[in-house]
Nanobody
Framework: QVQLVESGGGLVQPGGSLRLSCAAS????????MGWYRQAPGKERELVAT???????KYGDSVKGRFTISRDNGKKTVSLQMNSLKPEDTAVYYC??????????????WGQGTQVTVSS
């Protein structure tokens, strides 16, 4: 099995910064896309940012220019630097990974989620 363990998150004032990290472990041959989604109360889960194994990135429109995703393929980790945070960034942030297992199967996995609250 595969586990995604997130760290970071918490309470921050508007305009502040936070950094989220996620580490993958388990039966992993390789990871294609790895990144972050978020879900605010009463809203659907949405893309924040993802990066594939080649380094190509995708960002949600609402975070472009403020958030930066980075990844260490060797350590199987992904991080999200969040700057200029706004109250509307408040949500549970989930790590997500497209994992190839040694025996040839491919599955998507989710972390347990970490709360980010932006409030004064």
């Amino acid at each position: 099995q595969v586990q995604l363990v997130e760290s970071g998150g918490g309470l921050v004032q508007p305009g502040g910064s936070l950094r989220l990290s996620c580490a993958a472990s388990g039966s992993i041959l390789s990871i294609n896309d790895m990144g972050w989604y978020r879900q605010a109360p009463g809203k659907e889960r949405e893309l924040v940012a993802t990066m594939n194994s080649g380094g190509s990135t995708k960002y949600g429109d609402s975070v472009k220019g403020r958030f930066t995703i980075s990844r260490d393929n060797g350590k199987k980790t992904v991080s999200l630097q969040m700057n200029s945070l706004k109250p509307e960034d408040t949500a549970v942030y989930y790590c997500n990974a497209d994992v190839f297992m040694p025996w040839g199967t491919e599955s998507w996995y989710w972390g347990q989620g970490t709360q980010v609250t932006v409030s004064s």
